[in-house]
């Protein structure tokens, strides 16, 4: 780690009022060392640098979540990525690709720690924003160990505290989910209702990414807690659509500064490195989605089980486009995400959907069956306004796709909530740790896709970069198993 603390502090102290969007913009300044956190500007610029990894091109959240997509039932890989839906594990190639994920989050999290420990002592900032700005840097931190825990298992937990040593040992699953949530509590309690720039965190991005973890944790009261204070707050609402057009547009465009459904998307723009990677990489010139053709290296096909049952009348269906690039005339490409003048391969204006207000509906859902041992008709009405918006109607009001309750227990209705996932936030990046936290990976891609899921394909590898700056954790005995 000794090369990217160097680096951090190089780009902490000299590139750190670049912003990670055009609506988190500083004004470029230089600052002496010794006067940098001391203004409500520079704690600012600082607080934007922890964004910054998270738009590093292949290391990036948007190249992650593609990634993720892979591992799932209803997508396939392409060059590099066919291997990665072998499902028996990752080989060198693909182990460099999520090494690249590792460094950009740990990247994220040394930004993180910076800011939470020196923001407290600026001599000439507001207090109000000290604190804010802390509890925005806990927030980033938080979502940044979520996603490493979830991917690696657990991992070196790097704090304010050990951020300047070395040498870090592997934390259990545990350690490092004590901190996401002790980050995130005080998250949820100094964030600010609103805020004044597009794109930061709020309260209740907190309490979203809270019932997210929650979720994940199997605490499903407090999920459906989190979840319903979002919900009860009355400040979103799903975007209203009658076709493919109106979702391409007006749910994920690339001209949207923000939403009513919006809770936490990463922020992008047209210009190089502050674009969305992710239409490179999933697009076909064919689809007329993306200016810049695209790589298609995740597709999916008609014969995929998955797809086949997906009813024909959902608008989501619809985006997968039928393109035969040398594979046969059953292969499709998704057009989720549609810039036709992105600025360059790396350039879309796409915002990433991290938290949306489909993410509340459906926590509160899940969570709600199991606490209640089956689903209730407010369970069900949160389901329906998804499913009623994806095929054309008022999420709002009562619609001829409505489902109904009492047709579901408990087991048959959870697994209505996972494919209503699964529909809801293709290439967001959430299916595959749906199957996982649900024990459904092996079940769900052998019926999908005949393949037996190995054990070590569960997490990826701790990558070899981190043994060779850290002495805290050896290759034989901290590596994750089968690697």
């Known amino acids: 780690?000794?090369?990217?603390?160097?680096?951090?502090?190089?780009?902490?102290?000299?590139?750190?009022?670049?912003?990670?969007?055009?609506?988190?913009?500083?004004?470029?300044?230089?600052?002496?060392?010794?006067?940098?956190?001391?203004?409500?500007?520079?704690?600012?610029?600082?607080?934007?640098?922890?964004?910054?990894?998270?738009?590093?091109?292949?290391?990036?959240?948007?190249s992650y979540a593609t990634t993720l997509e892979v591992h799932t039932d209803y997508?396939?890989?392409?060059?590099?990525?066919?291997?990665?839906?072998?499902?028996?594990?990752?080989?060198?190639?693909?182990?460099?690709?999520?090494?690249?994920?590792?460094?950009?989050?740990?990247?994220?999290?040394?930004?993180?720690?910076?800011?939470?420990?020196?923001?407290?002592?600026?001599?000439?900032?507001?207090?109000?924003?000290?604190?804010?700005y802390v509890a925005e840097a806990k927030f980033l931190r938080a979502l940044s160990y979520f996603q490493l825990v979830r991917s690696f298992g657990g991992v070196c937990l790097r704090t304010e505290n050990n951020m300047s040593e070395n040498d870090c040992p592997r934390s259990t699953p545990e350690e490092i989910y004590e901190l996401i949530i002790s980050d995130l509590l005080e998250a949820e309690i100094n964030l600010p209702d609103n805020q004044s720039d597009i794109g930061r965190p709020t309260l209740w991005a907190a309490k979203l990414l809270l019932a997210d973890v929650y979720l994940e944790l199997q605490d499903f009261q407090k999920a459906y807690d989190k979840a319903d204070e979002v919900i009860k707050s009355n400040n979103y609402r799903l975007v209203g659509v009658n076709s493919i057009e109106d979702f391409q547009d007006k749910v994920w465009g690339p001209t949207l500064v923000e939403t009513s459904e919006e809770i936490f998307f990463l922020k992008h723009t047209r210009s190089p490195g502050k674009g969305n990677y992710m239409l490179w990489h999933i697009n076909h010139i064919d689809t007329e989605a993306f200016n810049f053709g695209g790589a298609y290296g995740v597709y999916s096909a008609t014969s995929n089980p998955f797809y086949i049952a997906w009813d024909d009348d959902d608008l989501r269906k619809q985006l997968w486009i039928p393109?035969?690039?040398?594979?046969?005339?059953?292969?499709?490409?998704?057009?989720?995400?549609?810039?036709?003048?992105?600025?360059?391969?790396?350039?879309?204006?796409?915002?990433?959907?991290?938290?949306?207000?489909?993410?509340?509906?459906?926590?509160?859902?899940?969570?709600?069956?199991?606490?209640?041992?089956?689903?209730?008709?407010?369970?069900?009405?949160?389901?329906?306004?998804?499913?009623?918006?994806?095929?054309?109607?008022?999420?709002?009001?009562?619609?001829?796709?409505?489902?109904?309750?009492?047709?579901?227990?408990?087991?048959?209705?959870?697994?209505?909530?996972?494919?209503?996932?699964?529909?809801?936030?293709q290439f967001v990046g959430?299916?595959?740790?749906?199957?996982?936290?649900?024990?459904?990976?092996?079940?769900?891609?052998?019926?999908?896709?005949?393949?037996?899921?190995?054990?070590?394909?569960?997490?990826?590898?701790i990558p070899t970069s981190e043994y060779d700056y850290n002495n805290a954790i050896s290759p034989k005995t901290d590596q994750n198993p089968g690697y």
């Open 1 to 62: 780690m000794k090369t990217y603390i160097r680096y951090i502090l190089l780009l902490v102290l000299c590139l750190i009022a670049i912003s990670c969007s055009d609506l988190l913009d500083e004004n470029p300044k230089s600052v002496a060392i010794e006067n940098y956190y001391n203004t409500n500007e520079e704690l600012k610029s600082a607080v934007n640098s922890i964004y910054l990894p998270y738009y590093s091109g292949a290391g990036g959240l948007t």
């Open 75 to 132: 997508c396939y890989g392409r060059g590099s990525n066919g291997q990665m839906n072998d499902f028996q594990g990752l080989n060198d190639a693909n182990r460099a690709k999520t090494a690249n994920y590792w460094r950009s989050l740990y990247l994220s999290i040394r930004n993180a720690n910076i800011v939470i420990k020196n923001a407290p002592g600026a001599t000439s900032a507001s207090q109000d924003l000290i604190v804010t």
């Open 323 to 425: 393109v035969n690039f040398g594979m046969g005339d059953n292969t499709l490409v998704i057009a989720k995400f549609c810039d036709r003048e992105s600025v360059s391969m790396i350039g879309a204006g796409n915002d990433y959907p991290m938290y949306s207000y489909a993410d509340a509906l459906l926590i509160y859902a899940e969570a709600s069956c199991h606490i209640k041992n089956g689903p209730d008709s407010d369970a069900m009405d949160a389901l329906n306004q998804v499913r009623r918006r994806a095929y054309g109607y008022d999420s709002n009001s009562q619609s001829p796709v409505d489902l109904t309750a009492a047709d579901y227990d408990q087991n048959t209705f959870i697994d209505l909530v996972l494919r209503e996932r699964a529909y809801e936030f």
């Open 430 to 461: 959430k299916r595959w740790f749906d199957l996982k936290r649900t024990g459904t990976v092996q079940k769900t891609i052998l019926e999908t896709k005949g393949i037996e899921v190995a054990e070590k394909h569960l997490l990826w590898p």
